[in-house]
């Protein structure tokens, strides 16, 4: 797991009561990629809330069902299998139902011909903007800045 701030030192303790929301939150993060690696990214959509946003690089789309198109032209290609690695969760708290994960996201395409397997197609940083409804969390917004890329 990663860990939370809100202004606190690195290192010091969270409260008892941030765990499980963390665990919540690192979950749904965790699912909509495993989504992708079964080749079901339009299920992505439905993480997100009625109004969420997705944002890759310089393009942007707003809503659900635009969020949903997106994803769906990348199941178009039914040969394509990927892996997406998630790594160096970190939280900021930034109210009591939103919170806001910072992550590394290394992405191998396992089925381009003549790619190593074990060498990363993409490494990006992501931004993910969560909020609570009720007992479960939503994605608000992901942004995604591509540092490197050979796919």
Request: charged fraction near 30%.
């Amino acid at each position: 797991m990663g860990s939370l701030t809100d202004g606190r030192e690195a290192g010091r303790e969270i409260g008892i009561d941030a765990v499980p929301g963390m665990l919540a939150c690192q979950d749904l993060i965790i699912d909509s990629y495993e989504r992708a690696d079964a080749g079901h990214r339009r299920g992505m959509a439905e993480l997100f809330e009625q109004d969420g946003s997705l944002i890759l690089n310089d393009a942007a789309v707003a809503g659900r069902e635009s969020i949903r198109e997106v994803l769906a032209a990348r199941d178009a290609d039914p040969d394509r299998r990927t892996m997406h690695v998630v790594a160096n969760l970190k939280f900021d708290q930034l109210a009591e139902a939103r919170i806001q994960v910072r992550y590394a996201l290394i992405v191998f395409v396992l089925s381009v011909s003549g790619s190593g397997a074990f060498i990363p197609n993409s490494l990006a940083s992501v931004q993910d903007v969560l909020v609570r409804r009720g007992d479960r969390w939503r994605l608000h917004s992901r942004t995604i800045t591509t540092a490197l890329r050979e796919r």
